[in-house]
Nanobody, 114 residues
Framework: VQLQASGGGLVQAGGSLRLSCTAI????????MGWYRQRPGSEREFVAV???????SYADSVKGRFTISADNSENLVYLQMNNLEPEDTAVYYC?????????WGRGTLVTVSS
């Protein structure tokens, strides 16, 4: 399974971006799809996840600012990021879980200027 993420870029603090991730050439319905990020000098960390039933969970640092959504029929997952802060600067990675298999996409860079 190949995951392809897009939507990163440079934005000023307070601005918004929308990340998208699609599973290319996959007919499977994932159990979970989500986003992680790796900030400069830090380890990869959880951002948000959505289940195939629509349940969501967020890291405390993004609650109220980020919204995850999905189109399960198309294996698409989105991350709407509002009120971005310089601390949100990171490479964002799409993740998908299918049974015991864990898939990662290439990251997309989000840079938030102050």
């Amino acid at each position: 399974v190949q995951l392809q993420a897009s939507g990163g870029g440079l934005v000023q603090a307070g601005g918004s971006l929308r990340l998208s991730c699609t599973a290319i050439d996959s007919v499977f319905r994932f159990t979970l799809m989500g986003w992680y990020r790796q900030r400069p000098g830090s380890e990869r960390e959880f951002v948000a996840v959505i289940t195939d039933g629509g349940g969501t969970s967020y890291a405390d640092s993004v609650k109220g600012r980020f919204t995850i959504s999905a189109d399960n029929s198309e294996n698409l997952v989105y991350l709407q990021m509002n009120n971005l802060e310089p601390e949100d600067t990171a490479v964002y990675y799409c993740n998908a879980v299918l049974g015991r298999q864990n898939f990662w996409g290439r990251g997309t860079l989000v840079t938030v200027s102050s």
